[in-house]
């Protein structure tokens, strides 16, 4: 009986969810699950297609509390997402003509980081400039209105893959529209002369891209590690050469590339368990056609 109910409630409240709007998980944030409920059931935005229009419009404008990428403080900021050229942008003054960055949706995510950025409604946006990943740390005081604008973000990327991909089903673009990390935490590496000491970095896991920051809230990563598959010549170890010196911490990973091998060590065997675990999928993991582009990219850059 209270599956059929549910079933029942279900079907109601929830008749009219757009494809790209994102169904939190019991693992996902408060605030995202939170605001699926008020949005099912207060706002009932998923009986009426005209109640979704804050994120379904394909424009929207309005301020939000950016991070600054030098003094660390958080800067009111108008933002601009508009479908119709692709791109997220913002301005450091009301009246700027001309925005401070441009973000194109072909390369741009958001994941919500609470816990990073200090903040319940914290929203990391990436998206590539020059070739590297820049990050930006932003929120509204206003959780619906975060949420909304999360939502607005997987529209918009939803509407560039359908026009890039015109073959391609919903079923199949939904997960391409915005992406957790694997795993995030610090490690300690050295450099690529191995004879460097090591140094403690925020290790950030976004598929088969393996970034690292002197801090997690860098605009900018330190550099960049792509991870392959073992076909392709990647392996992982659960050690460090013998001769390794200059680390602090005990427990070693090595990452063997086709170029080089990258040398980590983490604090517990708690942690090097799941890195290696994580390492391992991707290295287990037969790469896609886009993926060897990327590994190109990652080849020839300087």
Request: one cysteine or more; a positive charge; aromatic letters at 14%.
């Amino acid at each position: 009986m209270a599956s059929h109910g549910n079933n029942a409630a279900r079907a109601t409240y929830e008749s009219k969810v757009p494809s790209f709007y994102y169904r939190p998980t019991s693992s996902d944030c408060h605030l995202l699950r939170e605001q699926w409920v008020r949005a099912k059931y207060e706002r009932q935005e998923f009986t009426d297609p005209t109640r979704q229009e804050p994120y379904s419009a394909g424009y929207r404008e309005g301020f939000l509390w950016k991070r600054g990428r030098d003094n660390g403080q958080f800067l009111s900021r108008k933002f601009v997402l508009t479908e119709r050229e692709g791109a997220l942008k913002y301005f450091n003054r009301n009246d700027a003509k001309e925005p401070k960055a441009v973000m194109k949706m072909e390369h741009l995510n958001a994941t919500f980081q609470p816990a990073k950025i200090g903040h319940p409604h914290g929203l990391q946006v990436t998206y590539l400039r020059d070739n590297s990943t820049r990050n930006i740390f932003i929120y509204h005081e206003d959780g619906k209105e975060m949420v909304h604008w999360f939502n607005a973000l997987r529209a918009a990327r939803f509407h560039y893959l359908q026009v890039a991909f015109p073959g391609a089903s919903d079923a199949d673009l939904v997960p391409k529209l915005t992406r957790n990390y694997v795993k995030e935490g610090y490690m300690e590496k050295t450099g690529p002369k191995q004879t460097e000491g090591f140094r403690k970095r925020w290790f950030t896991m976004d598929d088969r891209r393996l970034l690292y920051f002197k801090d997690p809230l860098d605009a900018f990563a330190r550099g960049e590690v792509f991870i392959g598959s073992r076909e392709s010549g990647y392996t992982v170890l659960d050690r460090l050469p013998p001769s390794t010196q200059g680390h602090h911490w005990p427990h070693g990973i090595t990452i063997v590339t086709p170029e080089r091998r990258f040398l980590l060590a983490c604090e517990t065997e708690a942690e090097q368990r799941m890195w290696l675990d994580a390492f391992q999928k991707l290295v287990d993991r037969p790469m896609l056609p886009q993926e060897y582009a990327v590994e190109a990219h990652f080849k020839h850059k300087p």
